[in-house]
């Protein structure tokens, strides 16, 4: 199935900077959709459309502004599991200022963070629970508009991610 998805996906590209699907990623998408090529082929293409419709390529964790928008913690993925073992990812959206950030880099530490959290098979396997913690929250850490982007991020993704 692996091989498959990756002949299928490669060929089917007329994009020529588009990277080769490597048997990682395949098997990321495969799991997703329980082997199912047809329909992981469906979540992978969907999952690249909102990359490259957001910007979400070609970043580098150490390079400003993403490398001080990682450093707020404002986004992270928890040291613990849950009772069934999936990941936690916190959004903490009082340490988000709009006025500061945008949404680019935002949403670009948060698929940084979720990509290496998708590294681990134990991850891949038992999903990871997203919480957008709005408590002590002001009217100046709200961003609609990103509250949005990353919800389509989500559901776009949430049978890779398991959310």
Do not use: C, W
Not at 96 to 113: A, E, I, N, S, W
């Amino acid at each position: 199935a692996v091989k498959q998805f990756i002949d299928r996906i490669n060929s089917s590209s007329n994009d020529p900077n588009r990277k080769a699907v490597t048997p990682a990623i395949a098997t990321r998408f495969l799991l997703a959709r329980k082997y199912d090529i047809t329909r992981a082929m469906a979540l992978y293409e969907q999952h690249e459309l909102i990359r490259q419709r957001e910007g979400l390529y070609g970043f580098d964790p150490q390079t400003e502004p993403l490398r001080t928008e990682l450093e707020t913690g404002k986004f992270t993925i928890l040291p613990g599991r849950d009772a069934s073992g999936a990941a936690i990812a916190l959004f903490t959206a009082n340490l988000h200022y709009p006025m500061t950030v945008t949404h680019k880099t935002t949403l670009q530490g948060v698929v940084y963070q979720l990509d290496v959290a998708l590294q681990s098979s134990e991850t891949q396997k038992a999903g990871l629970v997203f919480i957008y913690d709005m408590s002590t929250s002001k009217y100046s850490n709200f961003d609609y508009d990103l509250s949005q982007k990353i919800l389509t991020l989500l559901k776009v993704r949430k049978h890779y991610y398991h959310v």
